[in-house]
C-alpha cells in the first residue's frame, strides 16, 4: 500500500484489510513490458464498502519524464487507445490531463469521471490501456526501460477534490531485442598496456539489448596488436582484452557475421610519450527521486557499466531534496567513486527560478559539504517554502574564495541567467554547458564569452532517463508551449565531455575542469587537440599574431568541415570533403531560449525537373525521424530542432534552370540550382538562430585530420580561439577556447 492513506489516520498503522474494506483494491495485469513496444494491460479498481458517488472522480498518474504515449479515448482505431468500463450502474469516462492538481513528477493524469449512479461494494472500473478491440495497435511503451514504471492510483469518493492515494501500482520496462552494435575504447594507452575493448548490444531506441548472444569478429588497425580474433559474446555487455604496440592512433572494429552488423570503435591514440590521457564523462544527470528515472544506484551503476563513463556526477534539482535525500546522495558518490576505475563528483542543481538565476549546477571537490540550495518549494512547508540562497549573486558571494566548488550555468528548464561583466567570478564559473538532451546551446557560450565570462565548453546529457552516459532522444509528442517538464523537450542523444587528465582521479579531474583542459561532444568520444604557441585549449594568454592555431581531430566519422571561431565570430572555416557536386541542406536553430526549446521541422524537397539520384540523411538522433521518402523528384523527412543541426546531402542530374522547394512549417523557399553559389543561408528571425544552409560539398573520406589557421591578420587585443568539428554523420565536438591577448 502507498503510505498516503496511513497517514491521513495517524502514526498508527491501520490494518490492510481494513483499508481494502472501506476504501477498496486496484490491481494491474501484467509485471513487465518492452520498451518502445505496444502493449494492452488493464488496471481494475474494485470499490469498497464505502462506495463512490455520483460526481466523483479516480485518478491514475505517472511520471511525466516518461515518453510512453499519451493515452486518448476519441480513436479507437490509433495508437494509445484507452477506454473506460465498469460493472457498475453508473457512466464512467475517461480523459488525459497533464497538469491535474499533482506535484512533480506526477505530471501524466488519466481522469475518470463517474456520473448517472453511483458505485457500490464489489463494483469494478476496469481501464484498459491499448484497448485493440477496434483496431488500435496497442499503447506504446516508454522508449527506455525501468525496473518499475509507477501508476499512482488516487480517489475521491465523495467528489470534493481530496484525493487519498489508494496505491502505487507498477511493472518493470525491459530493453528489447538487439538491432546494432557499440564499440567503446580507451582514448589514450601505452605501448604493451593491457586494456579493454568494450561491446554493448543495443535496441531499436539505443537502450542496452536485454538479450544478446553471438559470436564477434573482432578487427584491430594495429597489426602487431595482441588480440583474439574472435569472441564469444553471451550477455549484451562483452569485455575483450587487447593491448596494441605500434604507435599512432586506431580504431576496432566488431563484426556480427550473422546478423550482417559491424561497428568501428572510437579513435584510440597509443602512445608512450603522453602527458595526460583523455577520459569521459557526463556529470549532469538526476534519478527518480526528484524528476528522473530508476534509483540512484541504478543510476550509477548504468552510467559506469553501460554508459562506459570514466568519470560521473548526480545533479538533483535542489528544491526536491531535503537532509535525508541529500545523505543518500553523498553516500552513492562515495559508493561508486574508484579510483583508476571511475570517478564521482558530488553535486546538486541550483534550480532557482530564472530571473534569480536559473539552473547553475554546483560540483564539489569534497564529499562532506553541506547543501546549499536556492529554496526548498517540494520539500518545504509554508513560508519557508521560498526560503534559500538565491539570487544568482548571493551563491557567487557564498563561495567567494573557494577553490574547491564550481558553478556551471546550463540551458534546461530553467535557462540560466549569466551575470552582468562587473560580477563574474572567473574562478568559479570555468565552463558553461553548451549541448544536452535539450539541445545544442552554443548561444550560452558565445553570451558568456561576450559578457566577459573566461570559459570552457562542456557537454552532457542533462538526463532523465536512467541512462547516464548514453541518453537517448524520447519519442515526440506535439510541441507543447506550456510550462512543464515533458519528455518531448528531450529532443537529442547527451553529450560527452572529454577531459584531460594525468590520471583517472578527483584531484587530477577537478585541475582539469578548473583549467579548462576539457572539450564537450554531441555524444561522440572523439579526439581533438588545439595549439596556439605551445598553449593547449583552456590557457589563458599572451601571443604574437604570427602564431598559427593548431587543430588536430580523430573522428568517429568522416569529418566534413572544421570551423575556427573568436567568440562568438566564425572567423575561418575548412570544407574537408572531396569536392562540389553534391547538395547539403542543414536546418538548424531553437524555438526559444526558454524552457520548449523543440521546433518542428517535418519537411520536404522538390525537384521542378531532372532526377534525384539519392539522399543521404545526417544530424537525426531519434530513430523514429530522418528521411521517409525518396522518389525521383522529392525527399520528406520528420525531424525536430532544438538548437541541433541536421539535414540531408542529395545526389542530382538536373539543368542548371531546374528548381528545387525546400518546406518545412517555418520556411517555404524556392531557387534555381544557378543561383546556388558554395553556401547559400537564409535565416528565420522568428526564432532563435533558427536557419537554413544550402553548401555545394562533396563526399567526407578523412577521419583523421590535421590542419592549422592562420591568424597573422588578427587584430591586437583579446580573443577567445576555439575550433568545432562537424562530422559526416552531424556529430560535433567543441574545442574549450585558448583566451589569447596579440600584442
Known amino acids: 500500500m502507498s503510505g498516503s492513506i496511513q497517514e491521513l489516520f495517524g502514526e498508527e498503522e491501520t490494518p490492510e484489510e481494513e483499508i481494502e474494506k472501506h476504501y477498496g483494491t486496484v490491481d494491474i495485469s501484467t509485471d513487465e513490458v518492452t520498451a518502445g513496444a505496444y502493449e494492452t494491460w488493464t488496471i481494475t479498481y474494485t470499490v469498497g464498502q464505502f462506495g463512490f458517488d455520483d460526481g466523483t472522480r479516480m485518478k491514475v498518474s505517472t511520471n511525466q519524464t516518461s515518453d510512453w504515449g499519451r493515452p486518448q479515448f476519441d480513436e479507437p482505431e490509433e495508437p494509445n487507445y484507452c477506454t473506460v468500463s465498469t460493472t457498475g450502474e453508473a457512466t464512467v469516462e475517461g480523459r488525459w490531463d497533464r497538469y491535474y492538481q499533482n506535484p512533480k513528477p506526477w505530471g501524466d493524469n488519466v481522469i475518470i469521471d463517474t456520473y448517472d449512479g453511483y458505485l457500490e461494494e464489489g463494483d469494478e472500473v476496469t481501464i484498459t490501456y491499448g484497448d485493440r478491440s477496434e483496431g488500435s495497435p496497442g499503447h506504446r511503451i516508454q522508449s527506455f526501460p525501468e525496473t518499475a514504471f509507477h501508476f499512482m492510483f488516487q480517489i475521491d469518493m465523495q467528489g470534493t ?20 552494435l557499440q564499440v567503446f575504447a580507451p582514448s589514450v594507452v601505452q605501448p604493451g598496456e593491457q586494456t579493454e575493448i568494450v561491446v554493448r548490444a543495443l535496441d531499436y531506441f539505443g537502450n542496452t539489448a536485454r538479450d544478446f548472444s553471438s559470436t564477434l569478429e573482432v578487427e584491430l588497425s594495429d597489426d602487431e596488436a595482441d588480440f583474439v580474433g574472435t569472441v564469444d559474446a553471451d550477455g549484451p555487455v562483452t569485455f575483450i582484452p587487447v593491448e596494441f604496440s605500434s604507435e599512432g592512433v586506431h580504431r576496432v572494429t566488431v563484426s556480427d557475421a550473422d546478423r550482417d552488423w559491424s561497428q568501428t570503435s572510437n579513435p584510440l591514440r597509443c602512445d608512450p610519450e603522453s602527458e595526460h590521457s583523455i577520459y569521459w564523462g557526463d556529470i549532469h544527470g538526476q534519478s527518480g527521486k526528484t524528476v528522473g528515472t530508476g534509483t540512484i544506484d541504478e543510476y550509477f551503476q548504468f552510467a559506469r557499466n553501460e554508459g562506459m ?48 538565476g536559473g539552473d547553475q549546477n554546483v560540483y564539489y571537490r569534497n564529499v562532506d559539504e553541506p547543501l546549499v540550495a536556492s529554496g526548498s518549494w517540494q520539500d518545504g512547508e509554508g513560508f519557508n517554502k521560498h526560503e534559500g540562497v538565491y539570487p544568482i549573486e548571493n551563491l557567487y558571494d557564498y563561495y567567494e574564495g573557494r577553490d574547491d566548488v564550481l558553478i556551471f550555468p546550463h540551458q534546461g528548464g530553467r535557462p540560466a541567467r549569466l551575470r552582468d561583466p562587473d560580477t563574474i567570478d572567473t574562478d568559479l564559473t570555468t565552463f558553461v554547458e553548451i549541448n544536452s538532451i535539450w539541445g545544442v546551446f552554443e548561444w550560452l557560450g558565445h553570451e558568456a564569452i561576450e559578457r566577459g565570462y573566461k570559459v570552457g565548453f562542456s557537454c552532457g546529457s542533462d538526463d532523465h532517463t536512467g541512462r547516464l552516459g548514453a541518453a537517448r532522444p524520447t519519442s515526440q509528442f506535439e510541441v507543447d508551449e506550456k510550462a512543464n517538464l515533458q519528455a518531448a523537450d528531450f529532443n537529442v542523444k547527451g553529450g560527452l ?5 594525468e590520471a583517472l582521479d578527483r584531484d587530477s579531474l577537478w585541475e582539469s575542469l578548473s583549467e579548462r ?55 575561418d572555416s575548412v570544407d574537408l570533403t572531396d569536392g562540389n557536386d553534391l547538395l547539403e541542406f542543414t536546418w538548424s536553430g531553437a524555438r526559444s531560449k526558454n524552457r520548449h526549446k523543440v521546433l518542428q521541422a517535418d519537411g520536404s524537397l522538390s525537384l521542378s525537373k531532372g532526377i534525384i539520384n539519392d539522399a543521404t540523411e545526417f544530424g537525426f538522433d531519434h530513430p523514429d525521424q530522418g528521411i521517409t521518402r525518396v522518389s525521383s523528384n522529392a525527399i520528406e523527412w520528420d525531424s525536430t530542432i532544438s538548437g541541433n543541426y541536421l539535414g540531408i546531402k542529395v545526389d542530382l542530374d538536373a539543368p542548371d534552370d531546374a528548381k528545387l522547394a525546400f518546406s518545412v512549417p517555418f520556411l517555404d523557399e524556392t531557387f534555381e540550382l544557378d543561383e546556388l553559389d558554395d553556401e547559400m543561408i537564409v535565416e528565420i528571425e522568428e526564432y532563435l538562430g533558427v536557419q537554413l544552409a544550402v553548401r555545394r560539398v562533396g563526399e567526407a573520406t578523412e577521419t583523421d585530420v590535421e590542419l592549422e589557421f592562420d591568424l597573422s591578420d588578427q587584430s591586437s587585443g583579446e580573443h577567445a580561439y576555439y575550433a568545432r568539428v562537424i562530422q559526416e554523420d552531424g556529430g560535433m565536438a567543441w574545442s574549450s577556447p585558448i583566451y589569447a591577448t596579440i600584442e
Open 309 to 356: 563513463l570514466d568519470f560521473s556526477s548526480h545533479c538533483a534539482n535542489d528544491f526536491q531534496v531535503d537532509e535525508d535525500y541529500w545523505e543518500e546522495i553523498k553516500d552513492a558518490i562515495e559508493a561508486y567513486h574508484e579510483p583508476g576505475e571511475h570517478v564521482t563528483l558530488l553535486a546538486n542543481e541550483w534550480s532557482s527560478n530564472t530571473v534569480s
Open 517 to 571: 583542459r576539457a572539450y564537450g561532444t554531441t555524444g561522440e568520444r572523439m579526439l581533438l587537440d588545439v595549439d596556439l604557441d605551445g598553449n593547449d585549449m583552456g590557457a589563458d594568454v599572451t601571443v604574437d599574431s604570427a602564431a598559427p592555431f593548431s587543430v588536430e581531430a580523430y573522428g568517429t566519422s568522416p569529418i566534413k568541415r572544421i570551423d575556427l571561431f573568436d567568440g562568438a565570430e566564425m572567423i
Open 161 to 180: 477534490g481530496d484525493y487519498v492515494t489508494l496505491d502505487e501500482l507498477e511493472y518493470e520496462i525491459f530493453a528489447g531485442e538487439p538491432t546494432s
Open 497 to 501: 565531455m572529454g577531459a584531460k587528465m
